[in-house]
């Protein structure tokens, strides 16, 4: 149980052009995704906590208008980066946690996508 | 700032039980402590989380200090495949997971 899905698992990319990764967890329902970025060599950065049906969360320094969050459902949040440029190129990983004991439950992680940007 | 440390990297042979420690020691006593692991390029793998008692899954096992200020996570019989690099977390104050730089566990055959 507790199966999240992430794609596409690997995108490149001319700059300027704008890219969707999903999200989706596939066995439960998920009001709460996160967003995280993991550069090489690095340990994961908290992008941003994705609501279902609110607006999301973003971690300092990281520009909203630019890596755009939708939840629309339960089980489906996307994040958007729109006009990428290079310096975007990373690691991205979404994640969710099932429903029950709160913010005690584990996140359950996607398997990454991979943005390079030209 | 990740409230857990732990060691740079280890080594382990094949088949014999890999034990990696974890020092949380300003863990407060409502927070749980979480184990994850990352095989090269793929997302982070929940392995185990725990309070206060010792846990046991398919996985690993989990043993907790009794003052709670450090652990241990066990793999029993360690494979090739359990080479990853592995977190041990603790939530920051907005229950948050904070990635530290984990542990580099490589299997020898």
């Known amino acids: 149980g507790a199966v999240v899905s992430q794609h596409p698992s690997w995108v490149i990319c001319k700059s300027g052009t704008s890219v969707k990764i999903e999200c989706r967890s596939l066995?439960?329902?998920?009001?709460?995704m996160f967003w995280y970025r993991q550069f090489p060599k690095q340990s994961l950065m908290l992008m941003a906590t994705?609501?279902?049906?609110?607006?999301?969360?973003?971690e300092q320094g990281v520009e909203k208008d630019k890596f755009l969050i939708n939840h629309a459902s339960l089980t489906l949040s996307t994040l958007t980066v729109t006009s990428a440029h290079p310096e975007d190129s990373s690691f991205y990983i979404c994640?969710?946690?099932?429903?029950?004991?709160?913010?005690?439950?584990?996140?359950?992680f996607g398997d990454g996508t991979r943005l390079s940007i030209l | 700032d990740a409230k857990t440390t732990q060691p740079t990297s280890m080594d382990c042979a094949e088949g014999r039980a890999a034990n990696l420690p974890c020092n949380h020691s300003?863990?407060?006593?409502?927070?749980?402590v979480y184990w994850y692991r990352q095989i090269h390029s793929q997302g982070p793998q929940y392995i185990i989380h725990?309070?206060?008692?010792?846990e046991t899954n398919e996985m690993a096992s989990l043993i907790i200090t009794e003052d709670r200020k450090s652990s241990t996570l066990i793999l029993p019989h360690a494979t090739l495949r359990d080479t990853a690099v592995y977190y041990c977390?603790?939530?920051?104050?907005?229950?948050?997971?904070?990635w530290g730089a984990g542990t580099k566990l490589i299997i020898k055959p």
């Open positions: 994640s969710a946690r099932p429903p029950g004991m709160g913010t005690r439950q584990p996140q359950h």
């Open positions: 066995d439960f329902q998920a009001t709460t």
């Open positions: 994705s609501n279902e049906g609110s607006k999301a969360t973003y």
């Open positions: 300003t863990i407060s006593g409502n927070e749980y």
């Open positions: 725990g309070l206060k008692n010792n």
């Open positions: 977390i603790v939530k920051d104050s907005n229950y948050q997971l904070i």
